[in-house]
C-alpha cells in the first residue's frame, strides 16, 4: 500500500470509530474531503482543532462554552426564575431551536445509570442543589430523556429539591398533535392519560 492509500485508510478508519458512520459513510466522507479545496478541508480541520482546544464546560450550568460562563448563563434578560435540568448539551440545543424556553439551564452531563455503573456523584447534581440553595428559582423544570435512567434522574434530583420553595415540573408527554391513537405504543398513551390537562 502506497504513503497516500496509508494516509486515506487512516482517514477512513478515524472517520469510522465517529457515532453512526458505518466503513461505507467514512469511505464517502475521506473521498470527498479528497474532492474539496484545501481551504475547505483545512477549515474542517481547524473547526476540529478549535472545539478541542477552547471549547470547555461552563462554570454555572456546564453548558458547552468557550469562556468560563456561558452565554445563556450571562444573558440578563432571561427568566432567572425558572432553571431547566437536561442530561446534555446537545439536549440544550434541541430545547433552544424551539425558540419557547427563555429560562436558564443546568446540564447534568449524563443520567444516573447503575448498570452502565454511573452514580448521581458523576454528575453535576452537587452544584444544581447549591445553584437552587442559593438562587431565586420558582420552578425547576425536568427535561430528562423519557427513559428509565431519566425517568430515576428526574425523581432523584426532585427528592433532593423538595426541601427547597420551588415547583418542580417536568415535560408534557403523551400523544403529539396531529397523530393518531391508533398507532400510539402504551407507553405514549400511558403518560398522555396520566399528564391530562382540563380543556
Do not use: W
Not at 73 to 83: I, M, V
Not at 138 to 149: D, F, K, L, Y
Amino acid at each position: 500500500m502506497s504513503e497516500q492509500n496509508g494516509a486515506v485508510a487512516e482517514l477512513v478508519d478515524q472517520l469510522s470509530r465517529l457515532p453512526g458512520i458505518g466503513r461505507k459513510s467514512a469511505e464517502r466522507l475521506a473521498f470527498h474531503l479528497l474532492r474539496v479545496s484545501e481551504n475547505e478541508a483545512m477549515a474542517l480541520s481547524e473547526a476540529i482543532r478549535r472545539v478541542r482546544q477552547d471549547v470547555r464546560y461552563c462554570e454555572v450550568c456546564f453548558n458547552l462554552s468557550e469562556s468560563e460562563t456561558c452565554k445563556l448563563c450571562g444573558d440578563r434578560s432571561r427568566d432567572q426564575t425558572k432553571l431547566c435540568i437536561v442530561e446534555q448539551p446537545r439536549d440544550l440545543m434541541s430545547l433552544e431551536q424551539a425558540g419557547v424556553f427563555r429560562g436558564l439551564y443546568h446540564v447534568l452531563l449524563g443520567r444516573i445509570a447503575p448498570l452502565d455503573g454511573i452514580g448521581p456523584d458523576q454528575l453535576t447534581i452537587e452544584p444544581l442543589v447549591e445553584r437552587v440553595r442559593t438562587g431565586n428559582f420558582s420552578e425547576v423544570i425536568m427535561a430528562t430523556n423519557p427513559t428509565v435512567e431519566g425517568d430515576g434522574t428526574s425523581l432523584y434530583i426532585s427528592n433532593l429539591l423538595s426541601e427547597f420553595p420551588v415547583e418542580i415540573t417536568r415535560l408534557a408527554r403523551g400523544i403529539t398533535a396531529g397523530s393518531v391513537l391508533e398507532y400510539a405504543n402504551r407507553e405514549i398513551i400511558a403518560d398522555a392519560l396520566t399528564g391530562r390537562q382540563k380543556l
